[in-house]
């Protein structure tokens, strides 16, 4: 298979353009030869869309899907399910764009992408800096007719409505999506995405607060809420899959201007929708360690529940810098042994409870109820988990999640209130029995001096 380095090399011009017939690529330049290298753009290289290379159909191209989240928007206001609704808002969205002028559309694209902090202007020149990603394999290939062998029908890969659900998606915890399209001539599929910092790997986010690691949590939350809305599932939510805005400084960990985004729809589904190209039947997608025991079983039963599984260990790995689902020493490297090793998890993981803290013991209740491994056993709705958060940053214990969410996931802390608890129930036992045999001692001894 070729690496991300030849297929760069081998999809782009040498003016260092997208090698592509789409209005909107050709206005793609491409600024590196070496790929990004953080989680989700590790195969993906920096680039410039410039806005003054733009033709109308490029304008189109970026307008379409820009105005139809905005009547998308609209609609839910009035039918809170989105089901058939994108594509009501973008036969809309394709009618009102009709009748504009080149320069109205460009308004579209312009205010979007200033809302999305991505236009820089210098004098005449207008450009937006992004993440060029082309995926490894082709989207579109050649298959014989039944009825004629010689003759071919070009079958398109492309999951056209995870497009329209991406492009144009304004939520600041979502990575921003500009355009889709193919690379010739391998026919491979190339994606225009806002160009992202660092990711939630434990050597950027070790030394950040317990405060602002909660905030780590609503945001991520706040962006599976709306996938959730959709119909979208990620199936491989991990830290390195979820972007800050900015590449963070270490000597200063937290900038509070920081934004959180997830990225990496290169396995997302949608839930409910047939594509032209559907998962392997019992295909294992996700990522060792992260994945829920359902996906990694059969990634075609995978929901957002799925997804709400892999937050709560990717959020175990935020506040420990450890993995929540460990393989066992001396476990062979194996698809086999990491499939047995989700769904069985032998190794319970540490507790989170390392001193007696409230928010500590709330927060375990709740990442032991995203958790846990049936998925109908946990949240079932994002917005009980938000709540939760809540009482957690309030320093109280969370109303939706119980002392029984984290003891069916994690290793027991006798810094818990509960194990505080049982300890002084012990203790109050022994000494109950303490009495009771002294008393039953006492009157066995005046009984024996009676009878003498």
Request: glycine share 6%.
């Amino acid at each position: 298979m070729a690496t991300a380095l030849e297929i760069y090399k081998n999809s782009i011009t040498p003016s260092n353009r997208l090698r592509t017939n789409d209005s909107l690529g050709k206005a793609v330049f491409l600024d590196e030869s070496e790929p990004l290298g953080e989680g989700a753009q590790g195969a993906a290289f920096k680039g410039r869309l410039d806005m003054n290379e733009l033709t109308e159909d490029g304008k189109y191209q970026l307008a379409l899907p820009m105005l139809a989240h905005q009547h998308l928007q609209k609609l839910l206001e009035q039918q809170p399910e989105p089901n058939g609704l994108i594509d009501k808002a973008y036969a809309t969205a394709s009618e009102e764009l009709s009748d504009m002028t080149a320069n109205a559309m460009e308004d579209i694209v312009r205010s979007t992408l200033v809302r999305q902090n991505m236009l820089k202007e210098e004098g005449r020149k207008a450009y937006c800096d992004i993440a060029v990603r082309i995926t490894l394999d082709p989207v579109m290939v050649d298959r014989p007719r039944k009825d004629d062998q010689k003759d071919s029908v070009v079958v398109d890969f492309r999951q056209s409505r995870q497009e329209k659900y991406l492009l144009g998606l304004e939520h600041p915890n979502i990575v921003y999506h500009l355009a889709m399209g193919i690379v010739m001539p391998s026919k491979r599929a190339y994606s225009v995405m806002e160009l992202l910092g660092g990711t939630l790997k434990p050597a950027h986010t070790m030394n950040w607060p317990l405060e602002q690691k909660l905030g780590v949590m609503r945001k991520v939350i706040d962006g599976l809420k709306l996938m959730k809305l959709y119909g979208i599932v990620n199936r491989d939510i991990k830290p390195d899959n979820i972007y800050l805005t900015v590449t963070p400084d270490l000597t200063n960990p937290w900038n509070p201007w920081v934004q959180i985004k997830l990225a990496d729809y290169g396995i997302m589904d949608v839930e409910n929708v047939d594509f032209t190209q559907k998962t392997v039947e019992g295909a294992h997608i996700g990522t060792p360690g992260y994945v829920s025991p359902e996906q990694v079983i059969d990634a075609t039963k995978a929901t957002w529940r799925s997804d709400q599984f892999s937050a709560g260990a990717t959020f175990y790995t935020l506040f420990t810098n450890k993995s929540a689902n460990p393989m066992p020493p001396n476990s062979p490297r194996s698809l086999v042994a990491a499939v047995d090793n989700a769904v069985n998890r032998p190794i319970p993981p540490d507790s989170i409870v390392i001193r007696p803290d409230t928010q500590l013991e709330g927060l375990e209740m709740v990442l032991g109820h995203m958790m846990k491994k049936d998925p109908e056993d946990r949240y079932d709705d994002y917005q009980e988990l938000l709540e939760d958060i809540d009482t957690i940053e309030a320093k109280k214990l969370p109303k939706h999640s119980s002392y029984y969410h984290a003891q069916t996931v994690f290793k027991g802390s006798p810094h818990t209130t509960y194990a505080l608890q049982e300890r002084k129930a012990k203790f109050k036992r022994k000494a109950i029995a303490a009495s009771i045999a002294a008393a039953v001692l006492g009157g066995a001894t005046i009984i024996y001096f009676k009878g003498c």
